[in-house]
């Protein structure tokens, strides 16, 4: 089963945050503590890893975007799965921050 790729809140007042640089690419396998992503905010640049194994199946977010914290910025998950539903929400304006995907 797919799994969002979420903004993390990394601070208590933080509500946006940047993808600064990719670590891994689409297609790639990834196991669990595997870097991902680094993200940017005002204050710090923080290395996010993996919280699941799977393949990243979709990077959602550019590096240098910013976004809302609990936005889906990628997409994990094994060859096949079907990730139209994680993608519509990704796309929705509205999504909720914070929300966990499994």
């Known amino acids: 089963m797919a799994t969002a790729i979420l903004m993390p809140k990394l601070g208590l007042?933080?509500?946006?945050?940047s993808v600064g640089l990719w670590l891994a690419e689409e297609g790639q396998r990834?196991?669990?503590?595997d870097p991902l992503v680094e993200v940017v905010t005002e204050k710090i640049?923080?290395?996010m890893d993996a919280e699941v194994a799977g393949i990243i199946l979709k990077i959602v977010v550019d590096e240098g975007e910013e976004v809302p914290v609990g936005t889906t910025i990628?997409?994990?998950g094994e060859q096949g799965d079907d990730i139209s539903a994680l993608?519509?929400?990704?796309?929705?304006?509205s999504s909720p921050a914070g929300r966990a995907d499994s």
Do not use: D, F, H, N
């Open 74 to 76: 990628g997409v994990i």
């Open 87 to 93: 993608l519509r929400e990704a796309s929705e304006p």
């Open 13 to 17: 007042t933080m509500t946006r945050g």
């Open 30 to 33: 990834v196991a669990v503590g």
């Open 45 to 47: 640049t923080y290395q």
